[in-house]
């Protein structure tokens, strides 16, 4: 969950360039660690997905045979569309390099946050953040993250870039007009002055 921090402190100077954190034993560790806990919550989902659609067809058609059966049949087309929607992403992330530089030249949102400005509410709901990245050869990347809405004023066009494939996340060059950082793995919002996340302990890229 991203939270607004209470004592945001004021820009700092000085904080200029990308972050050595990012080849660190101890970051790369959080990482892998950050990446097989979004896999096993997705296998548990996904494994979850029948029972529970066999419980609501049963709650549904008021214990009849037939509304398990289309509960089940709902559940495992869940698991379908969950694992097409895995694969995709990953095939969109492969298709990116490793690492990017480049300047923000749009952005856009889309998901069941709403985005900006549409009624959604920005303490429950999630989105995805749309970064499309122009590299120094004049190439456009697509780079997507799921946000809470909170973050969606963090990056903005004409901001220099780095996006790491790794975990999913576009570090900004310049950080020194900015009142908090984003931890870079849980998306949550953290005054300037602190060196690691304080809801998943990961090093902040500052």
């Known amino acids: 969950m991203v939270i607004f921090c209470e004592n945001q402190q004021p820009p700092q100077k000085g904080r200029e360039g990308y972050s050595l954190v990012v080849n660190t034993p101890e970051f790369l560790s959080y990482v892998k660690k950050h990446n097989k806990q979004s896999r096993r919550a997705a296998i548990v989902f996904a494994i979850l997905l029948p029972f529970l659609g066999a419980f609501g067809g049963a709650i549904i058609g008021d214990g009849s045979a037939a509304g398990i059966v289309v509960g089940v049949v709902l559940g495992f087309a869940g698991i379908a569309i969950l694992w097409f929607m895995t694969e995709k992403d990953k095939k969109k992330k492969q298709a990116l ?21 549409e009624g959604g509410d920005a303490e ?7 970064l499309t990245l122009l590299d120094s050869a004049g190439r456009e990347h697509i780079a997507e993250i799921k946000c809470r809405n909170e973050i969606h004023d963090y990056y903005k066009i004409g901001e220099t870039v780095r996006y790491h494939a790794r975990f999913n996340f576009p570090e900004k060059f310049d950080k020194s007009r900015d009142n908090y950082s984003v931890c870079a793995l849980c998306l949550y919002k953290e005054a300037v002055y602190g060196d690691r996340c304080p809801k998943c302990n990961a090093p902040l890229l500052i």
């Open 124 to 130: 429950k709901k999630y989105a995805t953040a749309k």
């Open 97 to 117: 390099p490793e690492v990017v530089d480049g300047t923000i030249t749009n952005i856009s949102y889309f998901g069941s946050g709403g985005g900006i400005g």
